[in-house]
């Protein structure tokens, strides 16, 4: 039995639509001082520093990223940055213990580690 033309015809066009494929475009890269949402950006660096004021910078350090990344909200955020506003000013008063003691406490009671 031969075929027909028009039965080849549709048999080829069968064949090459399985050939045809939708182009797909990745998602733009993320610029270099992007990080992905909820990750610190590899260009973090955490501020040293020793005694009141390194352990004050530390923190205020922390809570910025945390609000970057979106681990914090901008409430949360406000709320512990006064409170690390008030261990700096301890600090330069000449407060070590005392503004080590004022960030623990921030620190224990918005849930970060001591």
Not at 13 to 18: D, G, R, T
Not at 39 to 64: L, N, Y
Request: hydrophobic share 35%; aromatic share 4%.
């Amino acid at each position: 039995m031969r075929a027909t033309p028009i039965l080849a015809a549709a048999f080829a066009a069968l064949l090459l639509s399985a050939c045809q494929t939708s182009t797909v475009s990745a998602p733009p890269a993320p610029r270099p001082e992007q990080a992905a949402p909820g990750v610190t950006p590899s260009t973090f660096r955490m501020p040293s520093g020793t005694g009141c004021s390194g352990e004050v910078e530390r923190f205020q350090a922390v809570m910025d990223n945390d609000l970057a990344t979106g681990h914090t909200t901008k409430s949360v955020h406000d709320r512990v940055s006064g409170e690390i506003s008030r261990a700096r000013s301890t600090c330069s008063a000449g407060n070590d213990a005392g503004a080590i003691s004022q960030i623990r406490a921030t620190k224990t009671r918005f849930g970060y580690p001591g």
